[in-house]
């Protein structure tokens, strides 16, 4: 039997697992014994928390992004000679998608390792599901520039981006910069421009708003510090 890569969803925070990802996930992991994971704690903690008997000590566990692109492309190959079947666990939500499993999936193909995809979370999917912006024509830039000048040249060119041709436009930050995006969104961006938040997505504080900068600067006490957090500019589906 040929080997396959299985592409497996992480929660995107919390504990609830069981709500989160179908139980037909837990089912087809079960089998793997060989794991590439971006952190082997948290990957432990995942597995654990699909199977409480999961084997962890018969597992081998190798750390994505410490190896060379060719030691990936071997020990993808040997595993594909020995018939054996791996799986890529990402810190949050779904592998390959702002996350550096899309490497092992990329030698996959050229392996001719069958690559498949479990169904779980994507942060920057349900953003844009709950946004009511436009789902056609929208573009994933993941994390701004650091230094605030190109910051704040980045989310004009966003802004104007999504004004003149109706483009969605999603973005994030590091957690900890989250309230300086924040604040350069609500002063340098003009009134009229639309910006969806969408903070601590599938947890029981989750939070998803829609409205101009104009409201955003009348909302007092918003705290997005130190959390997961996605930014959207669009335009509202139904203008």
Not at 139 to 160: A, N, W
Not at 215 to 220: A, E, F, L, V, Y
Request: a positive charge; one cysteine or more; glycine letters at 6%.
């Amino acid at each position: 039997m040929p080997s396959n890569l299985y592409l497996i969803p992480n929660t995107l925070g919390g504990d609830r697992i069981q709500s989160i990802i179908p139980q037909d996930v837990f089912d087809l992991v079960r089998p793997i014994r060989f794991f590439f994971v971006e952190e082997i704690k948290s990957a432990r903690r995942l597995l654990k928390k699909m199977d409480r008997e999961f084997p962890i000590d018969e597992c081998a566990f190798y750390k994505i992004g410490k190896n060379s692109k060719l030691d990936s492309f071997n020990t993808l190959r040997l595993l594909n000679e020995k018939n054996i079947s791996a799986g890529v666990i990402s810190e949050a939500g779904c592998p390959g998608v702002a996350d550096p499993g899309g490497e092992l999936v990329s030698i996959s193909h050229q392996l001719n390792i069958k690559v498949i995809p479990l169904v779980g979370p994507s942060s920057i999917l349900l953003a844009l599901m709950a946004s009511g912006f436009s789902g056609q024509n929208f573009s994933f830039h993941g994390y701004l520039p650091k230094d605030r000048k190109e910051r704040i040249r980045k989310l004009k060119q966003l802004e104007i981006d999504t004004r003149k041709y109706g483009r969605t436009n999603i973005f994030m930050d590091a957690p900890y910069r989250n309230m300086h995006v924040y604040e350069d969104l609500l002063v340098e961006l003009n009134k009229i421009t639309m910006l969806s938040i969408a903070c601590n997505l599938t947890m029981p504080n989750s939070m998803i708003k829609t409205q101009s900068i104009e409201m955003w600067q009348k909302t007092k006490h918003l705290d997005l510090n130190k959390k997961p957090v996605l930014f959207i500019l669009g335009a509202n589906v139904n203008d």
